[in-house]
């Protein structure tokens, strides 16, 4: 059956998103404001970034496969670790994506704001005010099989002066209400009443249209107060190190790099770590044949920074931090 009804235009949703009618003078908005979480730390996780053990070293047989069984010896070496982007804003990150018809491959998008005259939420792509650069297609991977936006976080391996090394091939991200924060945030919606509050429970189970490629909307953000996660060892959450030589780098994470989503504030959108890289035996080139894994340790991390290995590359290296990489296998 084809998907033509807006997807929060449900029964249970209407009403609330429609929110009270009591309008005051003025159209402002209740921005989100998008947190990148530190880089290989599980979502929600407080304390000190530098003991996030949600990463690791994986060598796989075969290069081209986005996940595969870690061993000691094969093809490729990848740098897998989870992201995860926070909402810490006065209003909810929500996305819409629409076509015309299921024969056209991808959905455009839009991002639609919460009123803070009189709380309403749009309740469909025709409504949402802001239209973004990034598009929607349908991921048919078995442990998929869903509506994925792409854009919205990316990944790279660089060096201390700035130079990228490698860059990520994440596909995309269906996104939802996946753990709470801990953070002290007065607009985090506590009341399934309200419209942000309907929101939420919707986003808290939202799946971004599985198991329905035919679907013509779908929608997917992230309340206040809430986060997205991917785990390490889903598809594509890696950097490839076979070809990195020995060296001290920073892993970069960013979200929402080209600032197309309207937020708050983008001063909180990128985190990175800074980690040294060497091969077996002090050999500054990697093998052309892996045998063995890489040494890779944790040096310093940065929540909130763009660059970390410059300062690493001076004192940490010299006494790093304990190495919380694992090699499965």
Same mark, same amino acid.
């Given at each position: 059956?084809?998907?033509?009804?807006?997807?929060?235009?449900?029964?249970?949703?209407?009403?609330?998103?429609?929110?009270?009618?009591?309008?005051?003078?003025?159209?402002?908005?209740?921005?989100?404001?998008?947190?990148?979480?530190?880089?290989?730390?599980?979502?929600?996780? @407080?304390?000190?970034?530098?003991?996030? @053990?949600?990463? %690791?070293?994986?060598?796989?047989?075969?290069?081209?496969? +986005?996940?595969?069984?870690?061993?000691? #010896?094969?093809? #490729?070496?990848?740098? &897998?670790?989870?992201?995860? =982007?926070?909402?810490?804003?006065?209003?909810?990150?929500?996305?819409?994506?629409?076509?015309?018809?299921?024969?056209?491959?991808?959905?455009?998008?839009?991002? #639609?704001?919460?009123?803070?005259?009189?709380?309403? /939420?749009?309740?469909?792509?025709?409504?949402?005010?802001?239209? /973004? +650069?990034?598009?929607?297609?349908?991921?048919? !991977?078995?442990?998929?099989?869903?509506?994925?936006?792409?854009?919205?976080?990316?990944?790279?391996?660089?060096?201390? %002066?700035?130079?990228?090394?490698? @860059?990520?091939?994440?596909?995309?991200?269906?996104?939802?209400?996946?753990?709470?924060?801990?953070? =002290?945030? +007065?607009?985090?919606?506590?009341?399934?009443? @309200?419209?942000?509050?309907?929101?939420?429970?919707?986003?808290?189970?939202?799946?971004?249209?599985?198991?329905?490629?035919? !679907?013509?909307?779908? =929608?997917?953000?992230?309340?206040?107060?809430?986060?997205?996660?991917? &785990?390490?060892?889903?598809?594509?959450?890696?950097? %490839?190190?076979?070809?990195?030589?020995?060296?001290?780098?920073?892993?970069?994470?960013?979200?929402?790099?080209?600032? $197309?989503?309207?937020?708050? $504030?983008?001063?909180?959108?990128?985190? $990175?770590?800074? /980690?040294?890289?060497?091969?077996?035996?002090?050999?500054?080139?990697?093998?052309?044949? /892996?045998?063995?894994?890489?040494?890779?340790?944790?040096?310093?991390?940065?929540?909130?920074? #763009?660059?970390? =290995?410059?300062?690493?590359?001076?004192?940490?290296?010299?006494?790093?931090?304990?190495?919380?990489?694992?090699?499965?296998?």
């Amino acid at each position: 059956m084809r998907r033509h009804v807006p997807l929060l235009a449900t029964a249970v949703l209407v009403v609330a998103l429609m929110g009270p009618s009591n309008a005051r003078a003025g159209d402002a908005h209740l921005l989100p404001d998008l947190r990148q979480a530190p880089v290989g730390c599980a979502g929600g996780q @407080t304390g000190d970034p530098a003991g996030c @053990t949600d990463w %690791d070293v994986c060598v796989v047989a075969d290069a081209e496969a +986005p996940t595969g069984p870690c061993g000691s #010896a094969g093809e #490729a070496v990848r740098l &897998r670790f989870t992201t995860a =982007a926070d909402n810490v804003g006065d209003g909810p990150l929500l996305i819409y994506g629409s076509r015309a018809r299921a024969e056209e491959p991808t959905m455009t998008a839009r991002q #639609a704001f919460q009123s803070s005259v009189d709380g309403k /939420i749009p309740g469909s792509y025709a409504e949402a005010q802001n239209p /973004i +650069p990034a598009t929607l297609y349908y991921e048919p !991977a078995p442990s998929h099989t869903h509506w994925h936006l792409l854009d919205f976080e990316h990944f790279q391996l660089r060096t201390p %002066d700035g130079r990228v090394v490698v @860059t990520d091939r994440k596909t995309g991200f269906c996104l939802g209400d996946r753990y709470p924060l801990h953070d =002290a945030l +007065p607009h985090r919606p506590d009341d399934p009443g @309200t419209p942000e509050g309907a929101l939420a429970d919707y986003l808290r189970q939202n799946r971004c249209g599985h198991h329905a490629p035919e !679907a013509l909307e779908v =929608a997917e953000g992230i309340s206040v107060g809430y986060g997205d996660d991917y &785990r390490y060892a889903v598809d594509f959450q890696w950097l %490839d190190l076979t070809r990195v030589r020995s060296g001290v780098y920073d892993v970069l994470n960013v979200v929402n790099g080209d600032r $197309s989503l309207v937020e708050k $504030s983008y001063d909180n959108n990128t985190s $990175s770590v800074a /980690i040294s890289l060497q091969w077996p035996g002090g050999a500054a080139q990697p093998p052309l044949r /892996i045998t063995s894994p890489p040494v890779v340790k944790l040096l310093r991390s940065c929540p909130g920074e #763009a660059t970390c =290995a410059r300062r690493a590359a001076g004192d940490a290296l010299l006494d790093p931090l304990p190495s919380v990489v694992t090699v499965p296998g």
